[in-house]
Nanobody, 125 residues
Framework: QVQLVESGGGLVQAGGSLRLSCAAS????????MGWFRQAPGKEREFVVA????????YYADSMKARFTISRDNAKNTVYLQMNSLKPEDTAVYYC??????????????????WGQGTQVTVSS
């Protein structure tokens, strides 16, 4: 079982940047597709981006493609989400997730096996 812990969230002004980290333990993440999701108050959990096991391929939600960048360091068992040009509508709890089977383009959160506890990102206008 993979344990995931997100960090790096916080309060930032519109136009600012944040870098989220997702540290994994108990098992290596090199066998897992890793993804980031977010959930705003009163809304369903939303797919942000996924990265392949090697890190060679990524798949973004259209609205985040130009501003967010996912990366992974399998040696450090960590996944990152660099978020630039943040907007108030990016305010949400951001979750890291891992899936053993399937590919990066299946963005259904139910297909992911393990989840972190989330980190709050708040963007002020």
């Amino acid at each position: 079982q993979v344990q995931l812990v997100e960090s790096g969230g916080g309060l930032v002004q519109a136009g600012g940047s944040l870098r989220l980290s997702c540290a994994a333990s108990r098992r290596t993440i090199s066998s897992y597709v890793m993804g980031w999701f977010r959930q705003a108050p009163g809304k369903e959990r939303e797919f942000v981006v996924a990265i392949s096991r090697s890190g060679g391929s990524t798949y973004y939600a259209d609205s985040m493609k130009a501003r967010f960048t996912i990366s992974r360091d399998n040696a450090k068992n960590t996944v990152y989400l660099q978020m630039n040009s943040l907007k108030p509508e990016d305010t949400a709890v951001y979750y890291c997730a891992a899936r053993l089977e399937g590919g990066i383009s299946d963005y259904d959160p139910d297909e992911y096996d393990y989840w972190g506890q989330g980190t709050q990102v708040t963007v002020s206008s």
